[in-house]
């Protein structure tokens, strides 16, 4: 390795071939990826699945007798499955103009569940920074899957261009207590089992998929997840939450003072005086009786619980403006904002969503990079497999549409507005009035050329009549009076 790498670097080296030769080098990559990576992934899958690991690890308050509440909550749940949505939250629609490599695409999308792997892959990027898809070949065609960023890394080489030229996968077999290594490059894949500080090489498979068949989707330029900034504000309101929790509970438990010379009975300890107390505390009252003076008048006595003062409107108010931070600094709206109630709720979004867009559209140009790659390996193989022709990834239409609650009437009426026209199928399909809208017009255009008269009538029967009886039928004989007098 040509330098030090930090948790969030990638690994970089000068060729695959020296890799092959040397593999002792992607054993010290995957023990490098344990001590520096892995840790930070932990860390950040911690905080997705609600355990804060600041509040959780730390030991706040080791006094007996008081209230230690650790409080998490899922903002980082809440960034990933908004970045998540709003990027594959609808289908990515793919449009190549060849029709054969437009139906591979289709069949291959389709047999891989295509859509749904799109959302698992970005809710990686969106929470570590980045993802992998591993690609393999069966009996029935292509396949790809989300790969486990805790035990994969990739490597490129030491270009400006930084191409991909190997990837790394590592295992336990917990029945036989071996550790193995995957490592993938252009040719195949070099299976090595972990003896010692040695890898020793136990098979090897080629492939024809011409290029590194795990891909990688970064989820930005700094490969940080979109919460990761945040964390030191997360952090501060699970602490104040925690805090406002403790308060509650410990002042359930508040100091009884009791004020004057009381007298609980002659006789008893100092630790029987206490059992005393408590037995009226639990029966919720108290019996007590004032000793008398030396002129022979009662004493005064009172009781009175002694609790902490809470500052209610400044406590929220601090716990308010965390809150617009975390969403302020990892550009996410926070949907339960009063200012996004009611029916212009998309049209308040909008306005709101400036620094999301940036976001977004370097989201979107990885995103589509990364498809590209996909379908560029998919079609390669397929070519050796002889199933397809010549694939030019560049040539790939890529639609991505993020899902962005709107307003459908505001947008229909600015579209008549503009004097625009679109056909039948485009209405059923941005309208959702059906689920297919391809097979509903086949069906519309089968209904019309079956019952052409029927459908004739229904459209201008009523303007060519204006009411009359439109029914065709054998004319009516004329009556023979009038014939006659003809």
Known sequence: MAEENTARDVYRYT??????????????????????????????????????????????????????????????????TF??????????????????VQEILDTVNKM???DYQNS????????????????????????????????????????????????????????????????????????YIVEGTDLVLESEEPHTYGSVPINELENNDERMGDFERVTPQMDLYDFAQSDTANYMQDFNDAILALFGDIDLGHGLTEDEKIEVLREMRRAR?????????????????HAEYLTKQYDVAGTEAYKKRIVNDIHKLSFTPDLTDEKFAGAQSGK???????????IESNKENALKAFLQERYRLIMNIGQVASENG?????????????????????????????????????????????????????????????????????????????????????????????????
């Not at 930070?40 to 997705?48: D, F, I, M, V, W």
């Not at 998540?84 to 793919?94: A, D, E, K, R, V």
């Open 285 to 301: 009252m108290l019996l007590l009786t004032p000793p008398k003076t030396l002129d022979g008048r009662e004493g005064s006595i």
């Open 390 to 486: 010549e694939f030019d990834p560049n040539l790939l239409d890529i639609n991505i549409v993020n899902k962005v609650p709107n307003s459908l009437s505001d947008a229909i009426e600015n579209f008549n507005l503009l004097g625009g026209e679109m056909t039948n199928e485009t209405k059923l399909r941005i309208t959702k009035v059906v689920d297919n809208p391809i097979l509903e017009q086949e069906r519309l255009d089968e209904e019309i050329e079956n019952e052409p008269r029927l459908f004739d009538q229904q459209l201008f029967g009523g303007l060519m009549n204006d009411g009359a009886d439109t029914s065709v039928g054998e004319p009516e004989e004329p009556e023979r009076g009038i014939l006659e007098e003809a």
């Open 348 to 358: 308040a979004l909008e306005h709101k969503l400036f620094g999301l867009e940036v």
């Open 120 to 191: 698992l892959l970005e809710r990686d990027a969106s929470t570590y920074g980045w993802a992998y898809e591993i690609h393999y070949r069966k009996e029935d065609g292509s396949h790809f899957k989300r790969a486990d960023v805790m035990n994969t890394f990739a490597i490129y080489n030491m270009t400006i261009e930084r191409e991909r030229i190997g990837a790394v996968r590592f295992y336990d077999n917990p029945f036989t207590e071996s550790e193995y290594v995957e490592f993938y490059d252009d040719r195949g894949k070099l299976t």
């Open 83 to 100: 970045m998540q949505g709003y990027m594959t939250g609808n289908p990515i629609h793919l449009d190549y103009d060849d029709e054969a």
């Open 15 to 80: 060729s695959a071939e020296e890799l092959r030769a040397n593999p002792e080098v992607i054993l010290s990559m995957v023990t490098d990826f344990k001590l520096n990576k892995l840790p930070r992934l932990q860390n950040l899958k911690r905080y997705l699945e609600n355990d804060n690991p600041s509040v959780t690890d730390t030991n706040r308050r080791n006094e007996d007798g008081v209230s230690d509440v650790r409080a998490s909550h899922a903002f980082a749940s809440y960034i990933v």
């Open 112 to 114: 891989n569940n295509a």
